[in-house]
């Protein structure tokens, strides 16, 4: 369901009376009520870290791939199948902050998508860059959109992912080997 709203317009006429004839009025309206589509809801989201022994929310920029696991909203059964759309700040924000869209938020805390409009709920796969502050903190994003694209208010985690522990030229090769490796399975 939805909000409704009624419209209601209404009109009067009216003549004066003359020698011929008396005065007379009438009036009618119509009315037209409208559906409101609402948007997904609930949902939650999890960010694991496969470090090959265990699953927590830290891991290692460039080293550990992410599993990025949303889910959990739910539409009228008219309103599916929904989308999902994932996105990841650095350093420690509220869901709120991703409709963030003031220049120094922009600036300073890019919005940077990993999925759009994706028919799964999750991802298997996410390397994410080295977060920041005390914690070395990403902030990961989920919404979820219906077939109206009613967008959901935004559910987010955090993960922490520390930089790695290279030399700024083995840095530049392992860079070198993902780009070329996403080049290769056309993931870039």
């Excluded at 809801?41 to 460039?62: C, F, P, T, Y």
């Excluded at 696991?69 to 929904?82: H, R, S, V």
């Amino acid at each position: 369901g939805g909000v409704s709203y009624t419209f209601r317009l209404s009109g009067f006429y009216s003549t004066s009376p003359s020698s011929s004839s008396p005065s007379s009025s009438s009036s009618s309206y119509a009315e037209i009520t409208v559906l409101v589509n609402s948007p997904p809801s609930g949902g939650g989201l999890v960010v694991l870290a496969d470090n090959g022994q265990s699953e927590s929310s830290s891991g290692i920029s460039l080293l550990t791939e992410f599993k990025v696991q949303g889910g959990g909203f739910i539409d009228d059964a008219e309103d599916y199948p929904l989308t999902y759309s994932f996105f990841y700040r650095v350093g420690s924000h509220t869901p709120s902050s991703m409709l963030d869209t003031s220049s120094s938020s922009i600036d300073n805390n890019k919005l940077f998508t990993i999925a759009s409009q994706t028919l799964s709920p999750s991802i298997l796969s996410v390397l994410l860059p080295s977060g920041s502050g005390q914690n070395s903190t990403v902030t990961v994003f989920a919404v979820s959109s219906d077939v109206h694209s009613a967008l959901s208010l935004p559910v987010s985690t955090h993960a922490s992912v520390t930089l790695p522990p290279y030399t700024l030229a083995e840095l530049g090769e392992a860079t070198a080997s993902l780009t070329e490796s996403a080049l290769e399975t056309g993931e870039l």
